[in-house]
């Protein structure tokens, strides 16, 4: 019997199921709902999984990974191999799967020519593991630090530094946790789908480049990764109800997700499952967020295309075409079961609403050297802190006058949405977010609990737009 769960996670998810069956013949504990379905070979292999990284720790509640920043070399599609910065040599960076409860210790070297640092994006932890600036000294090139703090949540998680994030994170820089909860749905297959995109010149080599338009948009490439494959194919059985995973960690990027000849029944985001589960024909993702979703495979072979689809987030962005992201290769025998959709997710605790306690107004200035991105028309490190008693609950306003949209990010904690443009947003609708576009010419009210100590940030999430200004502090105390 394998020593531990979170060595368990490490296997597919019908190996998994199998192994836990076995191992709770053996045990006293409880076994878990998922046990009781009859396990089916589900999983098809089509090299596209991200590489899960080994635990270190032999205790059931710990898990433990040494974590290195280096230069490397991989090659995205057809083209030369590219000089890249990675996580442990890939990327993506590995995959850490734990489960809520676990206490996780990352043991951290900076193998870079510069100093870095890193953020836990979405992570709910004590400020001084959080990875910025506010709360931490660079770590130098050729130095360590340790981060170490428990999981609370389940859901999907990333990580990337939080210094030059621009730069570091387009040369390679993130990594992803899946921390397991309680009660998840079931399904014949899961994948996590990292989505990125880069800009390569003809000798494989990253452009360096921050003309105006990447200043002003974000940097978007010219190649679209999936888990560092370029527009790979990844395989299904037939009539297979597929989770699938999704982070968005492009610096600008905005995916508009389409499955031709499928929907996508919308079950989590960024804070985990959400209370009610809907259709959706598209999924729109802004860098940060993540959403979890369930698709059931058409029941005879065939391919679907995933698309990203125009979208209007500012300057004629909309009148792009539609861009290839993967195909879905729907093959072999059919799965033989038929799983259901969940209809109804857990129903975490709604926040009150209130009158707003902070006012956030974001917008851009033409400054004599390129435009900046202000917050209260100021550009970070000037923005003034906004201040949160500990333990207390904070309505935001975030008026976004600018004539494009900002995906506004909180560090530490989530926030629910009361209000879009003044309209009460449904009550079972998205919840726990870390990450919320805010649309161009339009106001998001905000909800948050600062239960944690500490110096926070909370920025735009086009990296671009947080490198030069559109970031400010939140002190909790
Ligand atoms: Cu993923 Cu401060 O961000
Ligand atoms: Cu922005």
């Known amino acids: ?100 409860g676990d206490r996780l210790t990352v043991k951290f070297t900076n193998k870079l020519p510069e100093p870095t640092t890193i953020h836990w994006h979405g992570i709910r932890l004590p400020a001084a593991m959080d990875g910025t600036l506010a709360m931490q000294q660079p770590i130098e090139p050729g130095a360590s630090f340790t981060y170490e703090f428990t999981l609370k949540d389940a859901g999907l998680f990333w990580f990337h530094p939080h210094m030059r994030s621009d730069i570091q994170v387009q040369k390679g820089l993130y990594g992803t946790i899946r921390v397991r909860g309680q009660a998840e749905p079931e399904a014949d297959d899961e994948r996590v789908l990292v989505l990125d995109d880069v800009r390569l010149k003809a000798d494989g080599s990253l452009a360096e480049y921050l003309d105006d338009e990447a200043r002003m948009m974000g940097r978007e490439g010219n190649t679209i990764l999936v888990n560092g494959k ?46 009610g589960p809907h259709d959706a024909e598209q999924v729109l993702m802004s860098p940060g967020e993540r959403y979890d ?44 079961r038929t799983l259901p959709l969940p209809a109804a ?39 003034p802190s906004l201040m949160a008693p500990l333990g207390s609950t904070r309505v935001f306003e975030v008026n976004n006058k600018s004539e494009m949209d900002h995906p ?16 009460p947003e449904p009550a079972d609708a998205l919840l726990n977010k870390d990450t919320i576009i805010v649309p161009m010419k339009s106001s998001l009210k905000l909800v948050a609990r600062f239960d944690e100590p500490g110096m926070w940030m909370y920025h735009c999430h086009i990296l671009e737009h947080a490198e030069h200004g559109m970031m400010g502090e939140i002190h909790v105390e």
């Not at 999704?246 to 000849?261: D, E, P, S």
């Not at 506004?408 to 309209?423: D, E, T, V």
Request: glycine fraction near 8%.
């Open 293 to 336: 979703l369930l698709v059931r495979m058409p029941a005879s072979p065939g391919t679907l295309e995933l698309t990203s689809e125009p979208y209007e987030r500012g300057h004629d962005s909309g009148k792009n075409p539609p861009l290839k992201v993967a195909t879905f290769s729907v093959e072999q025998e059919p799965v033989g």
């Open 408 to 423: 506004f990010h909180l560090h530490g904690f989530f926030f629910q949405i009361l209000a879009r443009n003044g309209q």
């Open 1 to 100: 019997m394998p020593a531990k769960p979170s060595f368990l996670l490490h296997l597919s998810g019908i190996a998994l199921l199998a192994l836990l069956a076995g191992a709770c013949s053996t045990s006293d504990e409880p076994a878990p709902e998922a046990a009781s379905t009859p396990p089916a070979k589900t999983s098809l292999d089509d090299g596209t999984a991200l590489l899960p990284v080994q635990d270190e720790d032999p205790s059931p509640d710990a898990f433990s990974l040494s974590l290195e920043a280096r230069e490397s070399e991989v090659t995205y599609g057809a083209s030369p191999p590219t000089k890249v910065w990675t996580y442990n040599g890939t990327v993506p960076g590995p995959l850490i799967e734990a489960k809520v």
């Open 345 to 383: 997710g857990p129903a975490p605790e709604r926040l009150p609403d209130g009158p707003a306690d902070f006012s956030l107004n974001l917008d851009e200035k033409v400054m004599p050297d390129g435009v900046v991105f202000t917050i209260n028309d100021a550009v970070f490190p000037d923005v």
């Open 230 to 275: 370029q527009t790979p194919t990844l395989r299904f059985r037939p009539g297979a109800l597929v989770r699938l995973r999704l982070v968005n960690t492009a610096n600008g990027r905005f995916f508009n997700l389409k499955l031709a000849g499928a929907s996508f029944r919308v079950i989590g985001t960024d804070g985990g499952l959400i209370p």
